[in-house]
């Protein structure tokens, strides 16, 4: 059973445009949600992060947005860059279940120069 | 480079064999995750290990174990192998915070 859904398996945004990645959870037990960017032949990097007691975490060009109530968050990317293309998988952690971390099936960013 | 090792790159090898995953952590994490890829699906939890003792098992076959040694470096070990074990495997480790820190993967192939 998936809890963490990404029902976007693919997006191409222009060069310089706004990216916005979305994902979906079903466990409302989950408190901390992070992104995490991975090209091919990497393995995944951390991205950003946002514990459920905010709904916004800002780090440079990337947002992410917590919607408790519709168990969802997204990722948005302004402006984007070639450089962003990759595959971006989120993820989710249980509160007080500290050790096991759910994530999505990705979604592949294509940024056209 | 994250700092989190895994050896080999490539695995090919046949149905019905044994192969063992190795992967050494970052320096000072004592926590490793292990994760299975397989085409087109997310990154499917396997086990986690924290200073030398399991601590979390997800969706891991009977036919799979792993270890972490007291020197921190964890091996996963896929016996039976079967063509749906095809796959790309990761490890990552984790210190003090929440963040993981992943391996480069092993692609394995079962022909």
């Known amino acids: ?113 | 480079d994250s700092g989190v090792t895994q050896t080999p790159k490539h695995l090919i090898t046949a149905t019905g064999q044994r192969v063992t995953l190795r992967c050494s952590p970052r320096s000072g994490d004592l926590s490793v995750y292990w994760y299975q890829q397989s085409l087109d699906q997310g990154l499917q939890f396997l086990i986690q290990y924290y200073n030398g003792e399991e601590r979390a098992k997800g969706n891991i076959l009977e036919r799979f174990s792993a270890q972490q040694f007291p020197d921190l470096h964890s091996e996963l070990n896929l016996s039976s192998l079967e063509l749906g074990d095809s796959a790309l495997y990761f490890c990552a480790s984790r210190g003090s915070g929440d963040e993981q820190f992943f391996g480069p993967g092993t692609r394995l192939t079962v022909l």
């Open chain 1, 1 to 113: 059973d998936q809890q963490v859904k990404q029902n976007s398996p693919s997006l191409s945004v222009q060069e310089g445009r706004i990216s916005i990645l979305n994902c979906d959870y079903t466990n409302s037990m989950f408190d901390y949600f992070l992104w995490y960017k991975k090209y091919p032949a990497e393995g995944p990097t951390f991205l950003i992060s946002i514990s459920s007691i905010k709904d916004k975490n800002e780090d440079g060009r990337f947002t992410v947005f917590l919607n408790k109530s519709a168990k969802h968050l997204s990722l948005h990317i302004v402006p984007s860059q070639p450089g962003d293309s990759a595959v971006y998988f989120c993820a989710a952690k249980e509160f007080g279940m500290g050790n096991q971390f759910y994530f999505g099936t990705g979604t592949s960013l294509t940024v056209i120069p």
